[in-house]
């Protein structure tokens, strides 16, 4: 079991920047794949980044690419989602995840409950 709490989003103008963390419980967060999805309001919601459980892996959809970069700390437990040159579309509600039954599958065992990111025009 991992418990996942999300941190660091807030109200942005168009290219602007945000950093999201997640912070995770437990002593296994260093061994999970992690993940950040987004929901917009009446959208689905969407993939954005991936991370091996190590770091030296990462994955992103091509919207992201340039923009967003996923990192993590396993020694503090903690992923994090910097996000730069931030567009009106980039509003929604981030969630991370862990645990993703496997590489590249967008079906994670564990979410936060999700920080919410407006960026203004």
């Known amino acids: 079991q991992v418990r996942l709490v999300e941190s660091g989003g807030g109200l942005v103008q168009a290219g602007g920047s945000l950093r999201l963390s997640c912070s995770a419980s437990?002593?296994?967060?260093?061994?999970?794949?992690m993940g950040w999805f987004r929901q917009a309001p009446g959208k689905e919601r969407e993939f954005v980044a991936a991370?091996?459980?190590?770091?030296?892996?990462?994955t992103y959809p091509d919207f992201v690419k340039g923009r967003f970069t996923i990192s993590r700390d396993n020694a503090k437990n903690t992923l994090y989602l910097q996000m730069n040159s931030l567009k009106p579309e980039d509003t929604a509600v981030y969630y991370c995840a862990a645990d993703p039954r496997y590489w590249g599958s967008k079906q994670y065992n564990y979410w936060g409950q999700g920080t919410q990111v407006t960026v203004s025009s």
């Open positions: 991370i091996s459980s190590s770091g030296g892996v990462t």
């Open positions: 437990g002593r296994t967060f260093s061994t999970y794949t």
